[in-house]
């Protein structure tokens, strides 16, 4: 019991920092984001005992994996499908086999709908900014990208920083629309 404390703190202590940005790059607030991060360690406890023979990096795999999937749960709590949405997703449901395919669809749909707008009100050096620190999504670390790409880690810090406020406005403003669309 010991042990799988001291392997829960030492995986916690690690991938904290890199999951909560993992998760506000895929669109969570802040708050979101923490909730995220502290869901994801608690399905680690609850399934330690399968999880625990897998090896150093699959655990980081699973954490990225698991991560990812209650980023979409987070964004699928704000997203409301419209009655076109869901006549064409009826239509891909025909053709489809299996429930997870068509969930699958819908994230993909949905988060690829938020980074384009995201995007699009980027300025060029912020795209590009943007396409460094998404690397950190894959599991890079600052220091990696530092060298990867010939800037500072301090500089590479900040960007991620600026580009985080500014999506925090962007998304903000994304939802509040969509919010009086509803209305």
Known sequence: ???????????????????????????????????????????????????????????????????????????????????????????????????????????NEAFEAIKKQFLSELTDSEKYAFQIISNLNSGFTYSELSKRYNISSSTLKSLAKRLRDKAKIILNDIFEKQDENKM
């Open 1 to 107: 019991m010991e042990e799988e404390k001291e392997i829960l703190t030492d995986l916690f202590n690690q991938y904290h920092t890199p999951l909560l940005n993992f998760c506000k790059l895929n669109g969570l607030t802040e708050a979101e984001a923490e909730d995220a991060v502290a869901e994801t360690f608690c399905r680690l406890w609850t399934n330690y005992r399968k999880i625990k023979r897998l090896k150093p990096l699959q655990h980081k795999k699973w954490l990225y994996r698991t991560a990812k999937n209650v980023c979409y749960e987070k964004i699928r709590e704000r997203i409301r499908i419209v009655d076109e949405d869901i006549e064409d997703i009826e239509f891909e449901f025909e053709l489809m086999s299996h429930k997870n395919e068509i969930e699958v669809l819908i994230e």
